[in-house]
């Protein structure tokens, strides 16, 4: 059996958070609060990827997973073997430290959070093991809650045999998460941008990014209505042709990550491409760059001997930032399915607490 990775909590109600000393030293750390919130049965939750969170008008949080697990738990951290093996996403709503895992059921089987309307137009369910959809990032928009979603399909039987055919949004009411209407992307975008893994909302325009041959790229549309039709930066200006798209900048990055602005500054943070471990941040004075003052920020920990293991996609929750400290989570993996029975700990997210003054110098 592979050892256990972090301390793993059977329960998703921590101990009392302990306010931080404003003296402590500012150093990276896990946070030890979010990671006991996504440890144990997570009112069925027990294991995802992804972990974008929206900040909801009412102070809740959303928080939007990839491939879920879901139940199936065992006191000795393994995993017993449900039907179906997992659900392609989920949304946590965190209140405090009540958490409440969304998803649908289907025929009587757990189904995911959002499914795709095509899987339901010839009268008959396609298995989301053929299509699905993968959830990007979300925000909120005229008091609703929307999240960009990829659509794949199976195209083999192997772990990476599946294709990305285009991008849609889903809308949900608040404050009961109810879904609205889940719409596709109505103009055509460049196939070789995979845009929706990051939003940053201002004043003007809601910008979307996505990654381009390992590149990440920006969109953005006035505020107010995401359906309009994108501009795409072309390393200059802004153009209506999505063929004219060019990178934000020469960053190897990984398909999720997260742009915010603190302070006057601009802040990306990414892990670094081809599974790297490094978490790194860059800055700039525009959502759209030109990005430098490279810092890394942690180097993920792998204490696994199978050599199975991988780390990716680190995105920023700025929300829950306290005392100066930033919230990071990143994700973790097994290139083998049955790591996960034989450990339910490894596909759980990591937090951890990176000191802004890091990433700009001078922020204490």
């Known amino acids: 059996m592979i050892s256990l990775l972090i301390p793993l909590l059977l329960s998703c109600k921590p101990g009392e958070r302990k306010q931080e000393e404003p003296a402590e030293p500012a150093i990276v750390r896990v946070d030890p609060h979010f990671t006991a919130l996504f440890s144990g049965n997570c009112d069925g939750f027990t294991g995802g990827d992804g972990t974008y969170s929206v900040e909801l008008p009412d102070g809740r949080s959303a928080w939007i997973f990839g491939d879920t697990f879901i139940e199936g738990l065992n006191p000795d951290n393994t995993r017993e073997k449900t039907v179906p093996r997992f659900i392609r996403n989920s949304v946590i709503i965190q209140d405090g430290d009540s958490m409440n895992t969304l998803y649908q059921k289907t025929g009587g089987s757990r189904a995911s959070f959002a499914i795709p309307p095509t899987n339901m137009e010839s009268g008959k369910m396609i298995s989301e093991d053929s299509v699905w959809f993968w959830p990007g990032d979300g925000f909120i928009e005229n008091g609703q809650l929307k999240i960009f979603l990829s659509e794949f399909t199976q195209i083999d039987t192997g772990m990476w045999d599946f294709r990305w055919e285009g991008s849609w949004i889903a809308t949900y009411d608040l404050p009961d998460i109810k879904e609205e209407r889940i719409e596709k992307i109505p103009f055509q975008l460049d196939r070789e941008v995979h845009y929706g893994h990051a939003v940053h909302v201002d004043e003007q325009y809601t910008y979307i990014y996505g990654l381009g041959h390992g590149r990440p790229h920006v969109a953005r549309v006035p505020v107010g209505d995401v359906l309009q039709p994108w501009e795409f930066f072309d390393g200059s200006g802004w153009s209506g042709d999505p063929g004219d798209a060019k990178p934000m900048g020469d960053i190897s990055g990984s398909e999720q990550f997260t742009i915010f602005k603190e302070g006057k500054s601009y802040v990306l943070v990414t892990q670094m491409g081809g599974f790297s471990d490094e978490i790194c941040s860059f800055t700039g004075e525009s959502p759209y760059g ?62 951890i607490r990176v000191p802004l003054g890091m990433i700009l110098p001078g922020k204490q």
């Open 290 to 351: 030109p990005w430098s003052n490279r810092q890394l920020l942690y180097k993920t920990p792998l204490p696994d001997s199978t050599r199975n293991l991988f780390t990716y996609n680190a995105v920023a929750h700025p929300e829950f930032t306290e005392n100066g400290m930033l919230l990071i989570s990143y994700n973790m993996n097994s290139m083998v399915l049955g790591d996960h029975y034989r450990n339910a700990g490894i596909y759980r997210p990591r937090f």
